[in-house]
Structure formats: C-alpha cells, structure tokens
C-alpha cells in the first residue's frame, strides 16, 4: 500500500490526482461505507453519503494539513455528513431525531441488504437507543475495532471521556438485551 503522505501529496498534485484519488477511494471505501452505514442504517442512504463524503475530501484535500492520519480526517467528514444527513431527513419527515432512528431500525428487517439475524436485529435496536454520542463511540469501537486513540482524533474527544461513554453505552446495551 502508498505511504500516507506520498498519497497525500499526489492528491494535491493536479497531474497525479485523478489516480491518487482512485486509490483513496479504493483503499478507504469499504470501511467508510460501514461506518456510515452504522449511522444512516439504510444501504441507499449510506451510498448516498459515502458519495458526498469523498465529494468533500476531494474539493478539500488542499485544506488537509496532516496534523491528524488521512483516515482520521476522512472519517470526522463522514460522521458529520452522516449526522447532517439524518437531520436533514429528520427536518423533511417532520420527525424528532429519536423517531427517525426507531422507524429506521423498523426498516431494518425489510431491508435486503440487512443480513441479520433476531439477535443482530435487538443489537441494532438497543444500539438505536443510546444517544448519538454513545451510539458512535460504540460502533466505532465494537464493529470497526478502533482504538480509543483513533477514535478521540476523529471524534476530537479526550481517551478517558470516551472510555466512560463506551463502558455507559456497552451497559445500556446489556440492560437492553436483557429485557424481555
């Protein structure tokens, strides 16, 4: 794989841009697609933002200054076009952000790309029901197996902070599965 910073200074450069670009979306488009996913819930959806995300990276590489890993910062954009994506829907459905997340998780079961089974399924609903904070550290964590460090560079969150919302989140989520 390209070094970081070689890949970086072929992004600004307008003769390698194109390629280097292709590379970035290559290297970082499956990862990206399931951290969305993780947020928006819905396949369509998540296309739709990871599209918008590499719109974004690439008409703003030139700001990139390195101070934190490429990813990292790929990453803080997709949150916040995930998050500015679900409020945006929010807004139009006339729905609090709360509904918006329960009927999305409803959905889940009628989504074919939801491969899921019962088990998944009261995951995703419990998970649903942390507040947004919480709900990133946790996926961030548990399914994309971050560490605290990369996730307090993307989120801009202190280690301890987010060790405390990770363990409150991990125990919501268990009192939630236990009901029933």
Known sequence: MIAEETLVAQLKDKE?????FEVLVNTYKERL???IRRIVMNHDDADDVL??????????????KGDSKLYSWMYRIATNEALS???????????????????????????VY?????I??????????L??????????RYFQE?????ISEILDTSVGGLKASYHLAAKKIQSYLKED
């Open 33 to 35: 697609y399931w951290h």
């Open 51 to 64: 599209q918008n995300t590499f719109i974004k990276v690439f008409r703003n590489i030139e700001k990139f």
């Open 146 to 150: 971050l560490k605290y460090d990369e």
């Open 85 to 111: 994506f679900l409020k945006i829907k929010s807004r139009k459905l006339g729905q609090s952000s709360e509904a918006l997340q329960e009927s999305m998780v409803n959905q889940l079961e009628s989504d």
């Open 120 to 129: 998944q399924l009261k995951l995703q609903k419990a998970i649903a029901s």
């Open 114 to 118: 939801f491969e899921g089974d019962e």
């Open 16 to 20: 390698s841009q194109a390629r280097a």
């Open 131 to 140: 507040p947004e904070k919480q709900k990133l550290i946790f996926n961030m």
